[in-house]
C-alpha cells in the first residue's frame, strides 16, 4: 500500500487545487518544504499526494532525521516517476478537467488493463483508475498468475539470491 507520493510541478496550487477537484479532496498547505501543498482525500487509507515547487530536491541530513530540501535551476522536467491512482471520477469528468486545464488526457489499454493518462502541466504523467476501469487493474495485479503472465517469473536478486530482493 502506498499512502502517498510527491511530485514537483510549475504551479504547485494550481496542480494541487485540480488533484484535489478529481480525487475530491482538500488543499493544504505543507509547510515543511515552503511553496507546497498537500492534497488529501480523507479516504481509508490515509492517502495524499504532496506537490512541490519545480526543482525541489529533498536530501538527507544526517545530523537529523528529516530531509532538508533545496531548490535546483536546472533540470529536466520530463521524468520516470508516476502512480497509479484510484479516483472518485468518471472518464468523461476527468477529460473535461484536462481540456480546461490545457492538459493532456488519454484512455490508454498498456495491456491487460486500462488507465486513464493525465499529463500534469504536459509533461508529468499519472495514471487515474475511475471506478468503471479498476476491476481490471485489480484482476491483474493482485493475481500472481495474471502478472506472470505477462511479465514472467520473478527475477532473483543478483545480492540475496531470493525472490524479490528480501
Excluded at 493482485?142 to 527475477?155: D, L, M, R, T
Aim: proline share 8%.
Amino acid at each position: 500500500m502506498i499512502h502517498h507520493l510527491s511530485i514537483a510541478v510549475n504551479y504547485p496550487l494550481r496542480v494541487a487545487s485540480v488533484l484535489a477537484e478529481i480525487w475530491k479532496g482538500k488543499v493544504f498547505d505543507f509547510f515543511p518544504i515552503p511553496g507546497s501543498y498537500i492534497v488529501i482525500p480523507f479516504d481509508e487509507y490515509g492517502s495524499a499526494i504532496e506537490v512541490y515547487p519545480i526543482g525541489t530536491e529533498l536530501i538527507p541530513d544526517w545530523a537529523t532525521e528529516s530531509p532538508n530540501s533545496k531548490q535546483k535551476t536546472e533540470f529536466s522536467k520530463f521524468v520516470a516517476t508516476h502512480a497509479a491512482i484510484s479516483v472518485p471520477m468518471n472518464q468523461e469528468r476527468i477529460e473535461r478537467i484536462g481540456a480546461r486545464e490545457g492538459w493532456r488526457v488519454e484512455l490508454c489499454n498498456p495491456g491487460p488493463f486500462k488507465v486513464i493518462k493525465f499529463w500534469v502541466e504536459n509533461w508529468l504523467m499519472l495514471e487515474f483508475l475511475t471506478p468503471e476501469i479498476i476491476a481490471g487493474y485489480l484482476a491483474f495485479a493482485s493475481q500472481p498468475q495474471a502478472v506472470e503472465h505477462v511479465f514472467g517469473s520473478p527475477v532473483q536478486s543478483a545480492q540475496t539470491g531470493v525472490e524479490g530482493g528480501e
